[in-house]
């Protein structure tokens, strides 16, 4: 099993810069690829960006491309999403997922932390 816990979300202006941290523990040798989704009242979850854990690789919904960027430090089990120019739009809960398996921008990860709320205020 593999835990996860999401941190740094908060309240910010419009055009405003937050950083989220996403701490896995357990069997983190296992993870393959990690990604941030996000889920706002009444809407779907979505796909904001993943990396791939040894390789570094980035993969970006388009929109959040050129504005957010996905970072991990593998010695401290940690990725982070650093997201810059926030838009009002895209207050949601954040949440980081892990697989075993695959780097993809659908939502079939097999671990999940508890989410974190990010408040863009107008």
């Known amino acids: 099993q593999v835990q996860l816990v999401e941190s740094g979300g908060g309240l910010v202006q419009a055009g405003g810069s937050l950083r989220l941290s996403c701490a896995a523990s357990?069997?983190?040798?296992?993870?393959?690829?990690m990604g941030w989704f996000r889920q706002a009242p009444g809407k779907e979850r979505e796909f904001v960006a993943a990396?791939?854990?040894?390789?570094?690789?980035?993969y970006y919904a388009d929109s959040v491309k050129g504005r957010f960027t996905i970072s991990r430090d593998n010695a401290k089990n940690t990725v982070y999403l650093q997201m810059n120019n926030l838009k009002p739009e895209e207050t949601a809960v954040y949440y980081c997922?892990?697989?075993?398996?695959?780097?993809?921008?659908?939502?079939?990860?097999?671990?999940w932390g508890q989410g974190t709320q990010v408040t863009v205020s107008s």
């Open positions: 997922a892990a697989d075993r398996t695959t780097l993809t921008s659908t939502s079939n990860y097999d671990y």
């Open positions: 990396i791939q854990q040894s390789s570094g690789s980035t």
């Open positions: 357990g069997r983190t040798f296992s993870i393959y690829a």
